[in-house]
């Protein structure tokens, strides 16, 4: 019963999108009322949250009889995972996609009144086409709600990585409000070509909406490294997977689009189109790599028959905005010059250089896929290849971006300016080049981010002294948590020490002046999962002494076993102890002792990074700009002016 509600909900909910967009459609062409369309959008929200709540039902019921529930559930599985399981399949994280999809159209639908109506009901028209598609993707081709028979009498549970570490009940959820809202830029972008105000204020419409999303994906991405560094064990937090660089492209790519529409700069049309298009672009490749099968990946799906259709839909986020922009002849520049040395120059700057980060990451996580189809061997890209290629431009995106906003106040004191944090960038590899010799990569990510982050605490007390209430400061808060983060890399892998070695109980192993001895090992066996653990006394550089017990555990039901490393922070860092093997009689274990200083730095600089974006939407929101009704001989409804509008 259960089953046929749910299909039935996705069906309507596939039908009342497609009204959604139609009714827009016929909005932004004759104008009049859109109350019907907004109407249908509501619709086609309810819908997907019915289609939420029946399968969240139906795993805390544990109704082996949907399909889903049959994969992913089970008996022993703990109420928040049952809960979180929802997106621990593909089936089911398709339906929190949609969720999360109708509530940003639902959402947009409200600001009707607020923007030009033509070009807010093509961008609804875009956004809402692109919720049918996902509608009949899941309805057609990932329906959770499909029947078992026989109706087994348990089920395996979630993926056991998933079931490790409670930020898998976040991570997703926040990476998908990251993608999807992106389609917001892209679907005001696509109107502003079909209705050629590519030159006006779209950019500033859609610039709450992108911090948003971009807020959203940074958090999404960060915890995504924090869950990787906790549970699998092998004490990194980024191996430049293919799936990890799929979150990675459209938040660079959106960092791009935040620096072209900002201010003055936003008056550059071109990079604004083709930056919110390329954005949405490279979500749906993303979707792509991860539900197609494509790449073998810790956090990919497995095979599914969605590939050919997600490929089809990148296709035309790719064709549809090309062929537009073909039939407008173009954008239409901004009047005006630009300084040699501006704050605009310097905008323009980070996002070429965004870019082209983005195409070497982008060529390294595809090209195995276009040698394997053109009939070439499966050639894998390691991390050598973006350390030499990706890496050095984003010191060199440091080092810009610490210049950008000495610039804003150009004048005679701006060298002046220049030179303190130049100063404290060659102090910085004095001292650290003396002191510890940690490579060249590494200092020069030490020296770029003490250049950031003192001309922006420079920037900062200006700010202050001069406005109170510290405009722009979401911007300073997200490029300093940028910069401490770059620290925080940089810190860990140049100085990360590692050692591993049999141990028997009472034995001890050192890594500098840290060390772990084996105290005892412990055997256990609950339904669905066995496990055992080593315990053993940790004794800090910082000459702190706990327990670690850093534990392997087997499910049978998904013939999976999983290490779950012990993590010990101190301020400066982090005793990381894996156990990796256990003698049959439990008398020796073969453990991993690593050292990794300065990776507090990472998390405290995404929280900040997430933070400055968060602050900076909320700014954006209050200076959102109005409608603006130029005058139109055709309808009442709002069409390009004849004039060029500063944006």
């Known amino acids: 019963m259960l089953a046929e509600a749910g299909t039935a909900v996705l069906a309507g909910g596939m039908l009342a ?4 967009t139609l009714l827009w459609l016929r909005t932004a062409l004759f104008g009049g009322s859109s109350r019907p369309a907004r109407f249908a959008t509501t619709a086609t929200l309810a819908a997907a949250v019915a289609g939420c709540a029946l399968l969240e039902w139906a795993l805390l019921r544990h109704d082996f009889s949907v399909r889903f529930v049959a994969e992913n559930g089970g008996w022993g599985v703990p109420l928040y995972y049952t809960v979180t399981g929802l997106w621990a399949g593909l ?7 949609l969720l999360i999809h109708c509530g940003y159209t639902w959402w947009l639908s409200r600001y009707a009144h607020r923007h030009p109506p033509r070009l807010h009901a093509y961008a609804m028209v875009v956004v809402s086409a692109a919720g049918t598609f996902f509608f009949a993707l899941t309805h ?12 087994p009498p348990d089920g395996p549970g979630p993926n056991p990585l998933l079931q490790q570490h409670p930020a898998m009940g976040l991570h997703p959820p926040l990476l998908y409000a990251g993608y999807i809202g992106l389609v917001v830029p892209f679907g005001f972008a696509v109107a502003a070509l079909i209705t050629g105000r590519t030159a006006h204020d779209w950019a500033r419409i859609v610039r709450p909406w992108t911090l948003f999303a971009w807020a ?4 999404g991405i960060g915890l995504g490294a924090w869950w990787s560094y906790t549970v699998l064990g092998w004490g990194g937090y980024w191996v430049w997977d293919p799936v990890e660089n799929a979150s990675l492209l459209p938040w660079l790519t959106a960092t791009a689009f935040l620096h072209t529409s900002f201010g003055r700069s936003a008056a550059r049309p071109t990079w604004n189109v083709l930056l919110a298009c390329a954005s949405f672009a490279l979500v749906l490749l993303g979707t792509f790599l991860t539900r197609s099968g494509a790449v073998a990946s810790v956090h990919a799906f497995t095979d599914s028959p969605l590939g050919p259709m ?18 407008r002849g173009g954008t239409r520049p901004a009047r005006g010059r630009t300084a040699a040395l501006s704050t605009g120059t310097a905008l323009l700057a980070n996002a070429v250089i965004l870019l082209t980060v983005t195409a070497m990451v982008l060529i390294g996580t595809v090209f195995p896929l276009l040698s394997d189809a053109l009939g070439g061997p499966w050639t894998a890209v390691g991390p050598a290849y973006y350390h030499r290629t990706a890496v050095p431009l984003a010191v060199v995106l440091l080092l810009v971006m610490g210049v950008a906003p000495v610039l804003r106040s150009a004048g005679r004191g701006t060298y002046r300016r220049l030179a303190v944090p130049a ?8 001292a650290a080049g003396t002191l510890s010799r940690p490579g060249l990569p590494a200092l020069a ?14 920037q900062f007390a200006r700010r202050v002294r001069r406005r109170p209430r510290a405009a722009g400061l979401g911007g300073l808060l997200a490029h300093a948590g940028i910069a401490v983060v770059a620290l925080g890399v940089a810190g860990s892998a140049a100085y990360s020490d590692s050692v591993e070695r049999e141990l028997r109980v009472g034995e001890t192993l050192r890594l500098g002046a840290t060390s772990v001895r084996l105290v005892e090992i412990r055997r256990d066996a609950d339904p669905g999962v066995m496990s055992v653990d080593a315990r053993l006394r940790l004794v800090t550089a910082a000459g702190h002494e706990r327990t670690a017990s850093p534990t392997l555990r087997y499910y049978p039901g998904r013939d999976t076993a999983v290490t779950v490393p012990e993590v010990v ?9 894996t156990l990796i093997a256990v003698a049959a009689d439990s008398t020796s274990a073969t453990v991993r002792l690593a050292v990794n200083p300065l990776v507090g730095l990472l998390w405290a600089g995404g929280l900040l990074t997430t933070a400055g974006g968060v602050v900076a939407m909320a700014g954006a929101v209050r200076r959102r700009p109005g409608v603006r009704r130029p005058p139109d001989r055709r309808t009442a409804v709002d069409a390009a002016p004849a004039e060029r509008t500063p944006v």
């Open 17 to 20: 999108a497609t009204l959604s």
């Open 91 to 97: 089936e089911g994280s398709l339906l929190l996609w």
């Open 140 to 151: 057609f081709a990932a329906n959770p709600f499909g029947e078992v028979f026989p109706v």
């Open 216 to 219: 959203a994906l940074t958090a």
């Open 310 to 327: 997600l490929l089809g839909a990148v296709l035309l986020a790719v064709v549809v905005p090309t062929v537009l922009f073909g039939l």
């Open 423 to 430: 100063g404290a960038a060659l102090a910085t590899v004095a």
């Open 445 to 458: 990510a030490f020296a770029a981010a003490a250049f950031v982050l003192t001309g922006l605490a420079g």
């Open 569 to 577: 922070s101190d301020p400066l860092r982090d005793s990381y102890v």
